[in-house]
């Protein structure tokens, strides 16, 4: 599933990755609310932590400088294929948002430092046919939202979170955060952006989770 060259630890945990698809089946944690995100901060359902909780499919690559890689492409003008330092080259910007975790836990006050992702939008330029953005990680995993929700301006590929770098296990070197998207829209060993016309749901959408993710709407199944 993921990058030969790429070490691993861990295992991919099966017995969870089913668990997390019971919930959806059975609609767990659903309160059957919605809330307005300009009058409610914590979206429905939601327990605020303060330490930053790691979840994942159990098995996490280890992505050296050396060996890590971000192509952007598909139907673009420009396609892009970078090291981490030609990343780190491209402007940079510091952005605070809340984070919300379908599995219940939200975070506020995230401090983080990247690329803006319209700032990778006007380097690469979408056609004007791209509606869907397709995220692929370095353990293979994929996710994939929508052009609009990805052009906002609290969207990032980041690599620091509180003025340090983003840990191997919150998916350093770079990430992705889409904070107004349940968090497994924010796809963690970023390897490759692709901009497409049409839709390729991901790793928890064909698993019963919702293609749209807003959680003050509660979309956490569908
Ligand atoms: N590459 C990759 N990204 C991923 C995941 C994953 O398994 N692999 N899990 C997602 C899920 S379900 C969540 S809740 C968040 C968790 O991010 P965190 O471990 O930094 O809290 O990462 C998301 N991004
Ligand atoms: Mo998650």
Redesign the pocket.
Known sequence: MADDDIEMTGKVRDKLIERKQDWARDGRLLTGTTADPEKDRLPPGQRLVKEWPV?DLGQQPLVTDQKFRLDVDGAVESRLSLRLDEFMALPQTESVSDMH???QWSRYDNRWKGVSARALLEIVKPRSEVNHVIFTAFDGYTTNIRLDQFDQPDVFLVHQWEGEPITREHGGPVRMLVPRLY??KSAKWIRRIHFTISDHPGFWEVRGYHNNADPWLEERYG
Do not use: K, R
């Open positions: 979840l975790c379908v599995t968090l497994w």
